[in-house]
């Protein structure tokens, strides 16, 4: 039997949408995989297919036609044709696995990670050096989620981050909320600003 039980069993997770916000004993995890676009990845898959297709076949041309009769253009063809493979296939593998992560660190810090699943790339900023936190512009309307930019800006030493990519409006903002109501845990206090009483208040308060 259990005697204690751990804050993070009695909080259940939250959701909006993709993205699910649990809180633990270290803070706060925003998670939010990538928007499946099932048109665009059924496209892509099949372009990838004819990728492969015209790889193979030009390098089997270059391979066997030996050093001499290379062509410039053909080198030049395929390392365009290869680099927009590997572009377009990351693009795939986002939409399938990617993934993106913000945990809000009791200790004092925001940390975003992005990447495929399990693998990821991580970035740690202390909440004491941010300055602002607000929505980023929105994008056009006739831009695909796939290409969505992140919703969530915030402001570290003079430098713009971001997070929430496709995030739509009702998922951004719930973000965004939990974001700010961090940071102004951290927030300084503000000073003092009550005035101290001029000479002339000073004198009157002595001749009473």
């Known amino acids: 039997m259990r005697v ?13 949408g993709r993205i699910v916000i649990r809180e633990t004993q270290d803070g706060i995890g925003v998670y939010n995989p990538a928007r499946r676009e099932p048109l665009a990845i059924g496209f892509l898959s099949l372009w990838l297919i004819g990728w492969a ?6 390098v089997w041309h270059v391979l066997g036609s030996g050093p001499k ?18 572009l377009i296939g990351g693009v795939v593998l986002w939409q399938l696995v990617g993934v993106e992560k913000l945990f809000l660190v009791s200790a004092g810090a925001i940390v975003v990670e992005r990447g495929f699943r399990p693998f990821g790339r991580k970035k740690v900023y202390p ?10 512009p929105d ?5 695909s989620s796939i290409f969505a930019p ?5 402001v570290v030493d003079g430098k713009t981050h971001s997070f929430g990519i496709g995030l739509d409006e009702v998922e951004a903002a719930m973000v965004l909320a939990e974001l700010q109501r961090f940071v102004e845990r951290f927030a300084p ?9 001029g000479l002339d208040e000073r004198q009157d308060a002595d001749r009473r």
Do not use: H
């Open 53 to 58: 297709v015209g790889e193979v076949v030009v």
């Open 189 to 197: 206090p503000e000073p003092d600003r009550t005035e101290a009483p």
């Open 69 to 86: 009769a290379l062509d410039v253009f053909v080198l030049l063809w395929l390392a365009a044709w290869t680099g927009a493979g590997f």
């Open 150 to 154: 992140r919703r969530i800006g915030f």
């Open 4 to 16: 204690a039980t751990d804050r993070a069993d009695r909080v259940p997770a939250r959701r909006q």
């Open 139 to 143: 994008k056009p309307p006739e831009v």
């Open 127 to 136: 909440v004491e050096n941010v300055s602002s936190v607000g929505l980023m």
